[in-house]
């Protein structure tokens, strides 16, 4: 009775049935699919599939699995059942996933990614976060193999920081980033896209998302397709796209007044919030003065760190010289610059805040208080140290500053456009500030105090003559252009200072700030509910 085969019929089952009934043990051979049968067995009438492995190189197997009783199915069921289930058999792949994501009511995408994931799990391939944190911390071998040198990393720190905040950590992400990159489709992350548009968090926030995903997804399959398991054939994220389109950014750029404007604009509002990090501000409040891309400003070292130095000139007492390394810039060389007196003022402020706030000392000079508690709690286990445990020291991100200017500009929920109020653009970025120094010196025909100050190699695309630029490289380049930079910084300080302390009177910062109190006072109740409940979270992860 094995060897012939047999259609699959009421009349087959009633047969089956009857067997059953008589305490008898057989098996049906279906014709179609080819693997499905019906076992009679124990009492039992129920489906199996049956089939031969045919995967390349490996020894062929036979693998049988029960499906369920006769009576679970309707006869279109089990034929899809058990045809998708003998092609995962036949490919080395997992029956069981087609099986019971099937019996949950799963489509054939489900099964797919069951499949897959299925898969990923037996092979321990990565996840999507695993592969973006590979991708981030790749390094590049040292051309003479014989150095003792330690590896560096091919990716700046602005460029790792830029893949952590607006690809790996994005709230919207967090779910997919837990998946194996093999499960991922193409819907996924159009959906993760279309929260990250809709969060409010400016125009281009999903498409650089979008970007970011894309090539680290082009790596893990031609450099790590092992790890990833992701399939030439089938490269379906290069069907992810986006609608931004970059605006001329070249005319993004604030007076001396405007800037002055929004510093006092920033002062005024900020510590209203009540649950904001005086980091935040202070970085903020000396962007203008130490006019470096947002990630080169976030991530500068503390105070006490020996990256700063007393500026030796007499008649600069009271300044201090900071450097950056060249792997923490973009121009990949080394830069310094003497940093005013007001700005270490507000970097003193700041650190003051952040030990109140961690109960420790933090490396950064922009800390994050993120973890207070936790930190605080093991802060206070420490002996003979009073500094922030290093796995949760942390620097803020150049996307808190651009979130605080977009709450300015209203996109917040229920927040209103307080730029708009004051007078300043809607749309405000920490970069703009870089191209005001420029608008401001070329007004004067002093490009090259602001080719030295924001370290430009000067090109057209800084929109200087070449007389400036000639100036700029050859004369100026000397001693790292510090005292040039000063003298620029000088009067920079001197137009902009002024206008800082005149819009601090104006009543339309007034008017700014009583709007912000309004929509605190809406907003507050839960904005402190959220807080007394963290604080009570990291308490006991602490004490655990």
């Known amino acids: 009775m094995a060897n012939k085969r047999y259609a699959l019929t009421k009349e087959l089952l009633s047969e089956a049935t009857a067997k059953r009934d008589a305490d008898a043990e057989c098996q049906f051979a279906i014709d179609n699919p080819r693997g499905l049968n019906i076992r009679v067995r124990s009492g039992e009438v129920a489906y199996y599939v049956q089939a031969r492995t045919r995967v390349r190189g490996q020894k062929s197997t036979v693998v049988k699995r029960r499906l369920g009783g006769v009576g679970d199915f309707t006869f279109a069921q089990v034929k899809k059942i058990a045809t998708e289930a003998i092609f995962a058999i036949k490919n080395g792949r997992d029956p069981d996933a087609v099986i019971e994501t099937r019996l949950m009511g799963g489509d054939e995408k489900s099964v797919a990614v069951a499949v897959d994931r299925a898969e990923a799990l037996k092979g321990e391939l990565w996840t999507f976060e695993t592969l973006i944190n590979q991708y981030a911390r790749r390094t590049k071998s040292s051309k003479d193999s014989a150095r003792n040198e330690a590896a560096k990393l091919r990716l700046a720190p602005s460029s790792i ?10 709230p919207e992400n967090a779910e997919l980033k837990k998946r194996f ?17 809709a969060s409010g968090s400016g125009p281009s926030a999903g498409a650089k998302y979008v970007d970011l995903a894309k090539r680290v997804l082009r790596w893990g399959l031609k450099q790590k397709r092992r790890f990833t398991g992701l399939e030439p054939t089938a490269t379906w994220w290069e069907a992810l796209s986006h609608e931004y389109e970059m605006e001329d950014r070249s005319k993004r750029y604030l007076t001396p007044a405007q800037i002055g404007m929004l510093i006092a604009l920033l002062e005024a509002v900020r510590p209203l919030g009540g649950n904001n990090n005086d980091a935040v501000l202070g970085a903020l409040q000396v962007s203008w003065m130490i006019p470096q891309r947002s990630s080169a400003l976030v991530n500068m070292l503390a105070l006490d760190s020996d990256r700063w130095v007393p500026d030796p000139a007499p008649e600069r007492a009271g300044w201090r010289v900071y450097t950056w390394k060249p792997d923490e810039v973009k121009n990949k060389r080394e830069i310094k610059l003497s940093v005013p007196p007001i700005a270490i003022e507000i ?47 942390k620097a803020i991100t150049p996307s808190s500053l651009n979130h605080a200017l977009d709450a300015l500009a209203g996109r917040k929920p229920g927040w209103p456009d307080l730029l708009t109020v004051v007078g300043l653009p809607n749309r405000i970025g920490p970069h703009d500030e870089r191209r ?25 695309a800084d929109k200087m003559s070449r007389e400036v630029a000639a100036i700029t490289q050859s004369v100026y380049s000397a001693a790292d252009r510090v005292v040039f930079k000063a003298e620029g910084m000088l009067i920079w300080m001197e137009a902009v200072l002024p206008a800082y302390e005149a819009a601090k009177k104006d009543p339309r910062l007034a008017k700014a700030v009583e709007m912000r109190k309004a929509a605190l006072a809406n907003g507050l109740p839960e904005e402190k509910t959220r807080g007394r409940a963290k604080a009570r979270s990291a308490r006991a992860l602490a004490s655990a």
């Open 181 to 197: 990159v093999k499960e991922l489709r193409l819907e996924d992350l159009e959906e993760v896209r279309d929260r990250i548009d």
């Open 436 to 460: 005001s120094v420029t608008s401001f010196f070329e007004n004067f025909g002093e490009g090259a105090y602001a080719s030295a100050l924001l370290d430009h190699r000067v090109s057209g």
């Open 161 to 170: 920081t830029e893949l952590e905040t607006r690809l790996r950590d994005r």
């Open 347 to 393: 970097l003193e402020r700041v650190a003051r805040y952040s030990k109140q706030q961690l109960g420790a000392v933090s490396t950064w000079a922009f800390p994050q208080d993120r973890n207070k508690y936790l930190v605080r709690a093991l802060a206070a286990k420490q002996r003979n140290n009073n500094s922030v445990p290093a796995h949760l020291d």
